[in-house]
């Protein structure tokens, strides 16, 4: 293109928060290696940390609830169109007086995932007060996906998947029914994001845009048809 890119105010953009691919190593079909920051967020008990060892370790934690204190974080490689995508995933803390803590980590996230547990109508009212915080201290292009955890627990639901599917689209952000403890659409929350940013990072000329919303829509499972 002709035209020179606008500036950037410092922080901002792809390239200096380390999103552009590293150069690929000689040797053939090296492929480029996209990393990417991925933080949790949601109330305490709505199953963060849960989620994140369901994606990473394929397990379930059942049994004593173990509150996390301050932040932890894990990285996991998943290969995105041929792309190795390293996601460096936060879990951080959801009681009150962590806050101050998760709030510095904003800055540097990529992207968002913000959970309820649909068994605890509580949590999802305070989605709100989420965003708001998001809002405050996270970037303006930050990849934000509200996700409603604990859909195996059909007996103790108490928000309806479309009373989540009203919110998300009233902010204008993807939406899908999760459970840690079945597996249903972990994989997929995860993918999604790695999808989205490796196709802002590497810009290819002939790529069609990948739409996440549109993604999200074709591939999310409902919790009624499948076991995982
Ligand atoms: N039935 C069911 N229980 C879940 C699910 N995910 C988490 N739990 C349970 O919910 C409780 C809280 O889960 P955690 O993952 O520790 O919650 P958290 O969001 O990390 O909480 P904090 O670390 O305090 O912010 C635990 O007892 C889990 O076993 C799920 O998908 N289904
Ligand atoms: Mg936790």
Avoid at 17 to 22: A, C, D, K, S, T
Avoid at 129 to 137: D, F, G, R, V
Avoid at 150 to 166: F, I, N, P, Y
Avoid at 185 to 205: D, G, Q, W
Wanted: net charge positive.
């Amino acid at each position: 293109s002709p035209h020179p890119a606008p500036p950037q105010p410092p922080g901002r953009g792809l390239a200096r928060r380390g999103l552009l691919p590293q150069s690929p190593r000689s040797g053939a079909g090296a492929a480029g290696l996209v990393q990417v920051t991925v933080m949790l967020v949601g109330d305490s008990g709505v199953g963060k940390t849960c989620l994140l060892v369901r994606f990473k370790d394929g397990a379930f934690l059942a049994g004593s609830f173990i509150s996390t204190v301050g932040i932890d974080f894990r990285n996991k490689v998943l290969t995105v169109d041929g792309v190795k995508v390293k996601l460096q995933i936060w879990d951080t803390a959801g009681q009150e007086r962590f806050r101050s803590v998760t709030h510095a980590y904003y800055r540097d996230a990529h992207a968002l995932l913000l959970l309820y547990d649909v068994t605890n109508k509580a949590s999802f009212d305070n989605i709100q007060a989420w965003l708001t915080e998001i809002h405050e201290y996270a970037q303006r292009d930050v990849v934000l996906m509200l996700l409603g955890n604990k859909v195996d627990s059909a007996q103790d639901r108490v928000v309806k998947r479309e009373d989540g599917e009203k919110l998300a689209k009233e902010y204008g952000v993807p939406f899908m029914e999760t459970s840690a403890k079945s597996g249903l659409n972990v994989e997929l929350a995860f993918t999604a994001i790695a999808k989205e940013l490796k196709h802002r990072s590497m810009k290819l000329p002939n790529e069609p845009k990948f739409k996440l919303h549109d993604y999200v829509k074709k591939e999310v499972r409902g919790s009624g048809c499948c076991r995982s």
